[in-house]
């Protein structure tokens, strides 16, 4: 079993930063990408940023020259370093992860998703 924790959301005014963290723990054997998304209501769920294990990342256009992500594998843990916050950021954030984890002598790769936290920019 893997658990997601995501932490670091909040209230923030415009122009402002929040750093997010997602931890990962659990039997497991390999954090291959990470990510994170968001979804606003009403609105469909969306790619904010990916990074794989060896650091190249991916980011929305949206986002791109605001947002960072970056990761500790030994932690099996990613972050989300948010800057020149807009209102339209604000959403729940999610933490996703591609997880191969073990179970005695058997392994499995599955997709995980944490709680979620709620980022909410003012004007």
């Known amino acids: 079993q893997v658990q997601l924790v995501e932490s670091g959301g909040g209230l923030v005014q415009a122009g402002g930063s929040l750093r997010l963290s997602c931890a990962a723990s659990?039997?497991?054997?390999?954090?291959?990408?990470m990510g994170w998304y968001r979804q606003a209501p009403g609105k469909q769920r969306e790619l904010v940023a990916a990074i794989t294990s060896g650091g190249s990342t991916n980011y929305a256009d949206s986002v791109k020259g605001r947002f960072t992500s970056s990761r500790d594998n030994a932690k099996n843990t990613v972050y989300l370093q948010m800057n020149s916050l807009k209102p339209e950021d604000t959403a729940v954030y999610y933490c996703?992860?591609?997880?191969?984890?073990?179970?005695?002598?058997?392994?499995?790769?599955?997709?995980?998703w944490g709680q979620g936290t709620q980022v909410t920019v003012s004007s």
């Open positions: 659990g039997s497991i054997f390999s954090v291959n990408v």
């Open positions: 996703n992860a591609d997880v191969t984890h073990y179970r005695g002598s058997n392994y499995y790769t599955g997709d995980y």
